[in-house]
Structure formats: structure tokens, C-alpha cells
């Protein structure tokens, strides 16, 4: 008598062939349609989240290099913008690197200074990398789910 509990009915009695493979079925159906795609937009997730934090760890090294420039005029290169395989920059001259317009978020920029941006960044840094490490943790029991179900059809085609 099994304690899987996938392996009998609810009176405790085994399954019968038919019943058993209906019951691979739903499993296979589980894992192709629910788990599978859960573990890869989990993962497609991540690696969103991980390019923001760069983003915005990229910022706070030009807040750096902003900082020691002070009051004084300069150039930069201007992201315009793109893709992962296509950035277009623009040259720009700068009046002054003591304020700049941070992306918010939604299409939105803010006016701050060099300081409030610093903030801002590390702020935006240390609540995605909290979402990240939340999103490996739900990886993890999905993974966990994905390895019970693969093992109970294991078990089902034994018997």
C-alpha cells in the first residue's frame, strides 16, 4: 500500500490502468501548461528586474563622475535610447552637473539633485534586488513542484 497519494483513490484502493493513465495526463498537462511556463516568465522576470538594477547602478556611477565635474560645463553622450542590440547616443552640452531628470517610472522624469538621485538610485537598487531575491525563492518551489510532479509520473508508469 503506497502513501502517494496519487497513486490510489480516495477509498485507498489502487488505480486502474485507465485511471492511471488519465492521472499521467494531468500531470503531463500540469508540467507543460502551469509549471513549466511559470519557471520561464519567473526567469524572463529576473532578468528584467537585473537589467533595472544595472540601470540604475549605472546611474549612481555618473552621479560620481557629475559630482566631481561640479558647476562646470561639459559634454556627455546622451542615451536616446534603443534596444539590447541598438543604443543611440547624442552628444549634449551640459550648463551644469549639479541637477538632472531621473526616469521614475511610467514615462516620467524627475528634476533632483545629484544628491536626491543618489537616494533615489540606491532606494530603487535595494527594492528590486528584494523583488529579485523574492522571484528566486518562488523559482525554487516551483522547481520543487516541477521535480514532485516529473517523480509522480515516475512512479505512475512503474506500476
Keep these: 500500500q503506497s502513501t502517494w497519494g496519487y497513486l490510489t483513490r480516495m477509498d485507498n484502493t489502487p488505480l486502474t490502468v485507465e485511471e492511471r493513465i488519465e492521472r499521467i495526463s494531468e500531470f503531463r498537462r500540469l508540467l507543460n501548461e502551469k509549471l513549466e511556463p511559470k519557471l ?47 543604443r543611440v547616443y547624442a552628444r549634449a552640452e551640459i550648463a551644469s552637473f549639479e541637477r538632472l531628470h531621473v526616469a521614475v517610472g511610467m514615462g516620467f522624469f524627475c528634476e533632483m539633485s545629484l544628491d536626491e538621485a543618489e537616494h533615489f538610485a540606491t532606494a530603487r537598487i535595494a527594492h528590486w534586488e528584494s523583488l529579485i531575491a523574492a522571484a528566486f525563492v518562488e523559482a525554487g518551489r516551483v522547481r520543487a513542484d516541477i521535480e514532485f510532479t516529473e517523480r509522480a509520473i515516475g512512479h505512475l508508469e512503474l506500476r
Design 40 to 86: 520561464r516568465d519567473l526567469g524572463a522576470e529576473v532578468e528584467r528586474m537585473q537589467m533595472t538594477v544595472e540601470e540604475l547602478k549605472q546611474l549612481r556611477i555618473s552621479i560620481a563622475v557629475f559630482k566631481t565635474r561640479g558647476t562646470q560645463p561639459g559634454e556627455v553622450l546622451a542615451d536616446l535610447g534603443g534596444d539590447e542590440f541598438l
